[in-house]
């Protein structure tokens, strides 16, 4: 079997992709694949590099069973496009801010990680809403969508192992 590794990007990396990654872990971790699927998160903005995820996010997170009070921000860097081989983006200004320092030698995915949703409801998305000025309800949203996406993700990267 071989290595395949899974960056998810948002803004602030303390609200949207830290959910994705400890949700995405999850799912590896429990079809026995972390040995094979490396995963990890960061934001295009700096603002809370070293911080821990925003604190709603850890909540609405813990209710579905996923802990996440492990992972710290981290600003994205161009190595990561030497490391990864999906590069997934929350939204379509983060897509942006990466096709902007997407090396012309990467081979890899990058790509907006709502591609991935195959559930009826959640296919017309193509942006995870970012819910760090909103409500509870916008965070429960947040854990729908990625949760959907993280089964087709997870579907496709199996046949290539
Ligand atoms: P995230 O959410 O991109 O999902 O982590 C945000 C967190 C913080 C800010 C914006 C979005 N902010 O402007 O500080």
């Given at each position: 079997?071989?290595?395949?590794?899974?960056?998810?990007?948002?803004?602030?990396?303390?609200c949207?992709?830290?959910t994705?990654?400890?949700?995405?872990?999850?799912?590896?971790?429990?079809q026995?694949?972390?040995?094979?699927?490396?995963?990890?998160?960061?934001?295009?903005?700096?603002?809370h590099?070293?911080?821990?995820?925003?604190?709603?996010?850890?909540?609405?997170?813990?209710?579905?069973?996923?802990t996440?009070?492990?992972?710290?921000?981290?600003?994205?860097?161009?190595?990561?496009?030497?490391?990864?081989?999906?590069?997934?983006?929350?939204?379509?200004?983060?897509?942006?801010?990466?096709?902007?320092?997407r090396?012309?030698?990467?081979?890899?995915?990058?790509?907006?990680?709502?591609?991935?949703?195959?559930h009826?409801?959640?296919?017309?998305?193509?942006d995870?809403?970012?819910?760090?000025?909103?409500?509870?309800?916008?965070?429960?949203?947040?854990?729908?969508?990625?949760?959907d996406?993280s089964?087709?993700?997870?579907?496709?990267?199996?046949?290539?192992?």
């Open positions: 079997m071989s290595h395949i590794s899974v960056l998810f990007v948002c803004l602030g990396n303390i949207r992709s830290p994705a990654h400890a949700v995405f872990q999850s799912m590896v971790d429990k026995g694949l972390s040995d094979h699927i490396l995963i990890d998160s960061c934001g295009t903005g700096d603002w590099i070293g911080r821990a995820p925003d604190p709603r996010s850890q909540h609405h997170a813990l209710m579905r069973g996923y996440m009070n492990n992972l710290r921000a981290r600003g994205v860097g161009h190595s990561d496009f030497d490391q990864f081989d999906y590069i997934l983006a929350m939204d379509s200004q983060n897509l942006v801010d990466l096709e902007a320092m090396p012309n030698d990467f081979n890899g995915e990058l790509g907006l990680f709502l591609n991935f949703c195959r009826p409801h959640f296919t017309e998305y193509s995870v809403p970012d819910p760090y000025y909103g409500g509870s309800q916008g965070f429960s949203l947040v854990l729908d969508l990625i949760e996406a089964l087709e993700l997870l579907r496709q990267i199996k046949e290539r192992l």
